[in-house]
């Protein structure tokens, strides 16, 4: 079961609210991960502070390059996303552990 971890809004048509909510630790290779709430809604995701609730990125998926669940590192998931800021075409690693014990990983990815 996917548990308090995840909260679906059922029947939703408004795209300012999540279809899914991810209590998550955002990994960085320089520096201790950190948590952030990611939430999925119709056309985009944010990752977003959970004390203050502000949002601190939001992607369209339209920028999705890649995700993927990490098979060697349980709970991991990585998004890929295009940089579109500043007409930058590079792009930027996301990498997350959801918390809570939750296999959840696969459900995000799709």
């Known amino acids: 079961g996917?548990?308090?971890?995840?909260?679906?809004?059922l029947g939703s048509t408004d795209d300012d609210l999540p279809l899914a909510i991810?209590?998550?630790?955002k990994l960085r290779s320089w520096r201790?991960?950190?948590p952030r709430?990611?939430?999925l809604h119709r056309t985009y995701f944010t990752t977003s502070d959970p004390d203050s609730g502000e949002i601190t990125?939001?992607?369209s998926y339209t920028g999705l390059?890649?995700?993927?669940?990490?098979p060697?590192?349980?709970?991991c998931i990585l998004l890929e996303v295009v940089e579109t800021k500043d007409g930058g075409g590079g792009s930027t690693k996301l990498k997350f552990k959801l918390r809570g014990g939750d296999s959840t990983e696969s459900t995000v990815a799709r």
């Open 72 to 75: 060697k590192e349980h709970g």
């Open 57 to 59: 990125n939001e992607w």
């Open 65 to 70: 390059r890649q995700w993927m669940a990490l």
């Open 37 to 39: 709430t990611l939430s």
């Open 2 to 9: 996917i548990g308090s971890q995840q909260h679906a809004v």
């Open 32 to 34: 201790t991960g950190y």
């Open 22 to 25: 991810y209590s998550t630790t």
